[in-house]
């Protein structure tokens, strides 16, 4: 359900960080808010012109143009280059009866009837250009540089400039106007033509944008001419990258603000009386440099300077913060957002910042339109919404709204959205963030695929993924390097999630985390001296010296030290893992050994399911571990379950071979073991902390079931 509260406009634009964009837009916004309006902004942000298989999802940011919440489209033409984006534009809006204003050259593939199109006037341009040169200089002797022949817009700007010769009384000929391709290379190639001789060099030459008098600029200062004293050169458009070349250009600055502006006026004049109104194309202005001749404009130049020094700081904490790295660490979305609104400063003055990610963002197919929306930089909760509702993350006073592209190699992951509170938006430094934000959510994706881990565990050659602990190879190397000739070592081996091996959607993440919890337990068994490591999905082998006479007793042990982890005891439960100690000196003889006592073990494990009730008394043997010191009596279990005592205590001991009372007390004696192997506690405070109020009868109790008083199982097993 939609939630706008006032008109929403939408400015459909490709590389909306390019100065040209952000200078419509900026107009669009500030006219926009004088009007109550909210803006959404919808662009992609690498835009090549040749589709690219890495970016292709990027463009799916256009999808949203299909939302039913906005009353008016402004569209960029220019900035869209892409054959198969403007396919995508004209197939989404080419049928709406919502009123388009575009804004820009006229396009090919975005030339529809209804679209109302408004412009800068070209042909004026030029001719104020070259009026400019004749005027101001005296030039009479003047060629010009145009973009493609195939173009309209270039015979637009050729026209102006023949217009301002023939105004002034100087000859024209079709022979004074090139052909390039708008890009630096044009400039270069013909600079080489007048450098050869081909051509004559005349006293000044018109380009049909800055970049092709940049190629001039270059290729004149690596031959010796010098600009403007062998020949002057003027550029258009003002993109601002004059300072990476000289000398500083001359250039004229397209009024696209007030083309912006014109925009939004003409939209709700559409609104409101059914027609658009009149148009007049805003004017631009000369940037003074010294290319031409003039006289430098100190205050273009310093807003320019202050924007490359801006960029340049901004680049520096890009290239050197450790957002990567923080993003990388994050083991959820909590963490993940949290680190992104610490880092919020490299995205330059955005009043809000949301994540809003399909439901099945982390899944290989996706199909969802509802999404979850996480605010970055407030305390809100995250919410729910549909794809299309995007009025959902909107707030407050009339403002802009940039919806980015969340995206991972063919996967859509989402969006991102900005929120402005003033006519601005983001520049290229920007980039840089949100690829760090696509990265880091696919490398938090892949920490809960299970199966993922699964396949990648063994591409280290000695470490383990998911834990950091050994892989199999790993504890090879190192039983290799510990063994010595005629000594013995004690193998290990724990298997868990037994009877849990599938890897759905829904329990993965509860796999993970209970195998990094029972990989803890595996570490603080095997303490300092000890060597362990994961050696398959669900099994964990330690390696540890010690007195041949107490097999058992560690592999009890190890037991204690899986029950305590309550993490996995709670997912899993009791009968979810088995383990056993032997000795030798041969590895794969000991792991044999191991594996065969394991698979009787697990075997009568599975036996046990089949005994009637045995899920029932499981769950009581299960509450009985994860609290060890609540004194739970066996009338309370009848009572819940309408058993007789005799007939509760006959099935328990025939599921778990011990009694009910006698588990209550191993489940106490294990939290002490645990205690005792792990800590400095003295034995009192031991025996308090697991739930015994007389300190002889602890031990006493400690020594039945252990066969060893509390202090000399310190002594033999402390870790």
Same mark, same amino acid.
């Given at each position: 359900?939609?939630?706008?509260?006032?008109?929403?406009?939408?400015?459909?634009?490709?590389?909306?960080?390019?100065?040209?964009?952000?200078?419509?837009?900026?107009?669009?916004?500030?006219?926009?808010?004088?009007?109550?309006?909210?803006?959404?902004?919808?662009?992609?942000?690498?835009?090549?012109?040749?589709?690219?298989?890495?970016?292709?999802?990027?463009?799916?940011?256009?999808?949203?143009?299909?939302?039913?919440?906005?009353?008016?489209?402004?569209?960029?033409?220019?900035?869209?280059?892409?054959?198969?984006?403007?396919?995508?534009?004209?197939?989404?809006?080419?049928?709406?009866?919502?009123?388009?204003?575009?804004?820009?050259?006229?396009?090919?593939?975005?030339?529809?009837?209804?679209?109302?199109?408004?412009?800068?006037?070209?042909?004026?341009?030029?001719?104020?250009?070259?009026?400019?040169?004749?005027?101001?200089?005296?030039?009479?002797?003047?060629?010009?540089?145009?973009?493609?022949?195939?173009?309209?817009?270039?015979?637009?700007?050729?026209?102006?400039?023949?217009?301002?010769?023939?105004?002034?009384?100087?000859?024209?000929?079709?022979?004074?106007?090139?052909?390039?391709?708008?890009?630096?290379?044009?400039?270069?190639?013909?600079?080489?033509?007048?450098?050869?001789?081909?051509?004559?060099?005349?006293?000044?030459?018109?380009?049909?944008?800055?970049?092709?008098?940049?190629?001039?600029?270059?290729?004149?200062?690596?031959?010796?001419?010098?600009?403007?004293?062998?020949?002057?050169?003027?550029?258009?458009?003002?993109?601002?990258?004059?300072?990476?070349?000289?000398?500083?250009?001359?250039?004229?600055?397209?009024?696209?603000?007030?083309?912006?502006?014109?925009?939004?006026?003409?939209?709700?004049?559409?609104?409101?009386?059914?027609?658009?109104?009149?148009?007049?194309?805003?004017?631009?202005?000369?940037?003074?440099?010294?290319?031409?001749?003039?006289?430098?404009?100190?205050?273009?130049?310093?807003?320019?300077?202050?924007?490359?020094?801006?960029?340049?700081?901004?680049?520096?904490?890009?290239?050197?913060?450790?957002?990567?790295?923080?993003?990388?660490?994050?083991?959820?979305?909590?963490?993940?957002?949290?680190?992104?609104?610490?880092?919020?400063?490299?995205?330059?003055?955005?009043?809000?910042?949301?994540?809003?990610?399909?439901?099945?963002?982390?899944?290989?197919?996706?199909?969802?339109?509802?999404?979850?929306?996480?605010?970055?930089?407030?305390?809100?909760?995250?919410?729910?919404?549909?794809?299309?509702?995007?009025?959902?993350?909107?707030?407050?006073?009339?403002?802009?709204?940039?919806?980015?592209?969340?995206?991972?190699?063919?996967?859509?992951?989402?969006?991102?959205?900005?929120?402005?509170?003033?006519?601005?938006?983001?520049?290229?430094?920007?980039?840089?963030?949100?690829?760090?934000?696509?990265?880091?959510?696919?490398?938090?994706?892949?920490?809960?695929?299970?199966?993922?881990?699964?396949?990648?565990?063994?591409?280290?050659?000695?470490?383990?993924?998911?834990?950091?602990?050994?892989?199999?190879?790993?504890?090879?190397?190192?039983?290799?390097?510990?063994?010595?000739?005629?000594?013995?070592?004690?193998?290990?081996?724990?298997?868990?999630?037994?009877?849990?091996?599938?890897?759905?959607?829904?329990?993965?993440?509860?796999?993970?985390?209970?195998?990094?919890?029972?990989?803890?337990? =595996?570490?603080?068994?095997?303490?300092?001296?000890?060597? %362990?490591?994961? !050696? #398959?999905? +669900?099994?964990?082998? &330690?390696?540890? @010296?010690?007195?041949?006479?107490?097999?058992?007793?560690?592999?009890?042990?190890?037991?204690?030290?899986?029950?305590?982890?309550?993490?996995?005891?709670?997912?899993?439960?009791?009968?979810?893992?088995?383990?056993?100690?032997?000795?030798?000196?041969?590895?794969?003889?000991?792991?044999?050994?191991?594996?065969?006592?394991?698979?009787?073990?697990?075997?009568?494990?599975?036996?046990?399911?089949?005994?009637?009730?045995?899920?029932?008394?499981?769950?009581?043997?299960?509450?009985?571990?994860?609290?060890?010191?609540?004194?739970?009596?066996?009338?309370?279990?009848?009572?819940?379950?309408?058993?007789? =005592?005799?007939?509760?205590?006959?099935?328990?001991?025939? %599921?778990?071979? !011990? #009694?009910? +009372?006698?588990?209550? &007390?191993?489940? @106490?004696?294990?939290?002490?073991?645990?205690?005792?192997?792990?800590?400095?506690?003295?034995?009192?405070?031991?025996?308090?902390?697991?739930?015994?109020?007389?300190?002889?009868?602890?031990?006493?109790?400690?020594?039945?079931?252990?066969?060893?008083?509390?202090?000399?199982?310190?002594?033999?097993?402390?870790?």
């Amino acid at each position: 359900m939609s939630r706008k509260k006032r008109r929403i406009f939408a400015v459909v634009t490709a590389t909306a960080a390019d100065p040209e964009q952000r200078e419509v837009i900026s107009g669009i916004i500030a006219q926009a808010q004088k009007q109550n309006i909210d803006i959404v902004v919808l662009s992609n942000i690498y835009n090549p012109i040749e589709s690219c298989a890495e970016l292709i999802r990027e463009n799916d940011i256009y999808n949203l143009i299909n939302s039913d919440e906005y009353d008016g489209f402004i569209l960029i033409t220019e900035s869209i280059v892409n054959d198969e984006v403007q396919q995508k534009i004209r197939q989404y809006i080419g049928a709406s009866d919502i009123p388009i204003i575009a804004v820009g050259s006229i396009l090919d593939g975005l030339d529809l009837p209804h679209f109302h199109y408004i412009n800068t006037d070209d042909v004026q341009d030029f001719v104020d250009i070259t009026t400019h040169l004749i005027k101001h200089h005296n030039y009479s002797k003047i060629e010009m540089l145009t973009g493609y022949e195939s173009m309209p817009v270039s015979h637009y700007r050729a026209e102006g400039f023949q217009k301002a010769l023939k105004a002034n009384g100087l000859p024209f000929d079709p022979g004074m106007v090139h052909y390039g391709n708008f890009w630096l290379n044009s400039g270069e190639e013909l600079a080489a033509r007048y450098i050869n001789g081909e051509l004559h060099l005349p006293e000044a030459i018109v380009c049909g944008n800055d970049h092709m008098a940049y190629g001039l600029l270059d290729g004149f200062m690596r031959s010796g001419i010098r600009v403007p004293e062998h020949v002057a050169v003027i550029g258009y458009e003002s993109v601002h990258e004059r300072h990476f070349h000289a000398p500083l250009l001359t250039t004229y600055k397209r009024n696209r603000r007030g083309l912006g502006e014109s925009a939004v006026r003409m939209l709700i004049n559409k609104l409101e009386t059914g027609d658009f109104g009149s148009f007049a194309p805003p004017s631009g202005k000369i940037i003074s440099g010294v290319s031409c001749g003039c006289n430098i404009d100190m205050t273009e130049l310093t807003e320019e300077m202050e924007q490359l020094r801006m960029k340049k700081d901004y680049d520096f904490v890009n290239l050197y913060n450790q957002l990567d790295h923080h993003l990388a660490e994050s083991r959820t979305l909590t963490e993940f957002t949290d680190v992104c609104n610490e880092f919020r400063y490299q995205v330059r003055n955005a009043a809000e910042i949301y994540f809003c990610l399909y439901e099945d963002w982390h899944t290989q197919k996706q199909c969802s339109e509802m999404m979850t929306c996480y605010p970055v930089t407030s305390d809100k909760k995250p919410f729910s919404m549909h794809e299309q509702t995007l009025s959902s993350v909107f707030t407050g006073d009339a403002a802009a709204y940039y919806f980015s592209p969340l995206f991972f190699a063919d996967r859509s992951l989402g969006y991102a959205v900005l929120k402005y509170t003033e006519p601005d938006g983001y520049d290229h430094i920007y980039r840089n963030w949100l690829k760090s934000v696509s990265t880091g959510l696919e490398v938090l994706r892949m920490k809960s695929d299970i199966q993922y881990l699964i396949l990648c565990q063994n591409l280290s050659e000695t470490k383990d993924s998911l834990t950091g602990m050994l892989n199999y190879n790993g504890i090879e190397r190192a039983f290799q390097a510990a063994i010595t000739e005629n000594s013995n070592m004690f193998l290990t081996v724990l298997r868990v999630c037994l009877f849990h091996d599938d890897f759905t959607d829904v329990n993965r993440n509860q796999k993970i985390d209970s195998l990094l919890d029972a990989a803890e337990a =595996v570490r603080r068994f095997t303490g300092e001296s000890g060597i %362990c490591g994961r !050696i #398959s999905d +669900n099994t964990f082998m &330690i390696l540890h @010296r010690g007195n041949p006479s107490y097999c058992d007793a560690f592999s009890d042990l190890l037991s204690s030290f899986v029950i305590q982890h309550k993490k996995y005891l709670k997912n899993y439960g009791m009968d979810s893992f088995v383990c056993c100690t032997v000795n030798g000196s041969v590895l794969s003889e000991m792991e044999t050994e191991c594996n065969r006592i394991l698979d009787e073990k697990q075997k009568a494990i599975r036996v046990r399911h089949q005994i009637m009730n045995y899920p029932l008394m499981l769950e009581t043997r299960n509450y009985i571990y994860l609290n060890p010191t609540y004194k739970l009596s066996i009338d309370e279990v009848c009572k819940k379950h309408c058993y007789s =005592v005799g007939h509760l205590r006959a099935m328990y001991k025939d %599921c778990f071979d !011990i #009694s009910f +009372n006698q588990d209550c &007390i191993s489940g @106490r004696i294990a939290m002490a073991k645990y205690l005792l192997c792990l800590t400095d506690m003295h034995v009192s405070e031991v025996s308090k902390s697991c739930g015994y109020h007389d300190n002889k009868y602890f031990i006493r109790q400690f020594q039945i079931v252990s066969g060893f008083s509390p202090n000399t199982y310190r002594e033999l097993f402390q870790r």
